[in-house]
């Protein structure tokens, strides 16, 4: 550690030299495998969210990477071959992400105006924040929202300003809060209002199989395909998945989904068929 210290014959043991500068050994020790640890841990970070801990973990970096340099290991290692590729992931402001998280560890009030996409207009909320959830590469603030009277989602990437209230938030129950997160597909929560059937192609079915849309789901196999069942509430995001495997997959029920499904295959297919035509 370059630590300061004479050997004292007389005492047989050690001390700091007096007119050394000041030192301090650090508090916590690695050894090189959770050096490294702390390296991709920051990297999976910064990849999550560019700049939320820089200011705070830097010096520390620092640090890191001179612990592993004297014992004779690159921290280039961690930023070469360890890599979080992100998809669709939508900016968020820095100041607007470390207000909302404030209030959120601070069990405060935040006052928030929000854009959201649906409805296309700007409304002023008060909300309880309760959780702060990473979704498909992108930020999700659940609360209470005194608006509303009921649980919420907010996109962080919406919120255009933030205010933290004096105001306490108001406590919530756990078991509420989970069946609201988890009982229907998507991050369009709320209790489920319906169940999907999804039925897969062989081609396709060997990768579902193994994939998790829902606590709940139910899966079984049909020879070589695969049958998926998974409750929802809002069938937005669901039809958007369903899309993307285009005719390796069909939807058995409800009648009302298949039919969206159907829609939108055909307008898609209309498309292509105006390209061939000219």
């Known amino acids: 550690m370059n630590a300061p210290i004479i050997y004292i014959r007389s005492a047989n043991g050690y001390k700091y030299k007096p007119d050394s500068p000041a030192f301090e050994l650090p508090g916590l020790w690695f050894n090189e495998s959770e050096l490294y640890a702390l390296l991709a841990t920051n990297q999976l970070l910064e990849s999550v969210q560019p700049g939320l801990l820089s ?13 592993l340099e004297q014992s004779g290991h690159q921290s280039e290692k961690v930023t070469s071959r360890i890599r979080l590729q992100t998809a669709a992931q939508r900016k968020v402001d820095p100041t607007i992400f470390g207000c909302v998280t404030d209030s959120l560890l601070n069990s405060r009030c935040l006052h928030i105006e929000y854009h959201g996409r649906q409805r296309g207009t700007k409304t002023s909320r008060l909300v309880h924040p ?14 209470f929202c005194e608006q509303a009277k009921d649980y919420r989602y907010f ?11 004096q105001k306490n938030v108001h406590q919530y129950e756990e ?14 929560s709320g209790e489920a209002t319906n169940w999907a059937v999804l039925r897969f192609t062989s081609q396709r079915a060997q990768w579902v199989a193994d994939e998790s849309w829902h606590p709940d789901q139910i899966g079984r196999w049909f020879e070589d395909e695969y ?3 998974v409750p929802y509430s809002d069938e937005r995001e669901l039809l958007m998945e369903i899309l993307k495997y285009g005719p390796d997959v069909e939807v058995i029920t409800p009648e009302e989904l298949r039919n969206m499904v159907s829609k939108k295959l055909h ?5 292509y068929h105006k390209v061939e035509d000219k």
């Open 227 to 229: 049958e998926l069942q």
């Open 175 to 188: 078991q509420n809060l989970a069946q609201y997160i988890n009982a229907s597909f998507g991050i369009f």
């Open 130 to 143: 309760y959780q702060l959830i990473h979704y498909r590469d992108n930020w999700y603030l659940v609360g």
């Open 155 to 165: 996109s962080l990437d919406r919120i255009y300003k933030t205010q933290i209230q």
């Open 267 to 271: 307008l898609a297919n209309q498309k």
């Open 55 to 67: 200011p705070y973990i830097g010096p520390l970096k620092v640090r890191i990477k001179n612990l």
